[in-house]
């Protein structure tokens, strides 16, 4: 999946934030707080990652099943669309 902006992700006292900036202008189009499993879908998007790669990464990191893991992935996934970021 391609994303529509440049994203920093930077740790912050237990959380990430995630920066999109527009690749030509370098301006600030939105800001996201992300939890860490957030942060490994979103990285792993940027490497281009499909979504079976993804939550394979979750299912060596977390305890949870391959159905929770996907759920995970495809409700991140639909809040980057929503937010006109994916």
Do not use: C, H, W
Not at 26 to 51: C, F, H, S, Y
Not at 58 to 81: G, H, T
């Amino acid at each position: 999946m391609k994303l529509k902006y440049d994203i920093a992700i930077q740790e912050v006292a237990d959380k990430f934030m995630a920066v999109a900036k527009n690749g030509e202008t370098e301006e600030v189009a939105k800001v996201l707080t992300l939890n860490e499993t957030g942060a490994i879908i979103l990285r792993a998007l940027q490497d281009g990652a499909d979504t079976s790669a993804i939550v394979s990464q979750l299912l060596a990191e977390y305890d949870v099943s391959p159905q929770e893991a996907e759920a995970e992935v495809n409700n991140f996934i639909d809040m980057l669309k929503e937010n006109g970021i994916a």
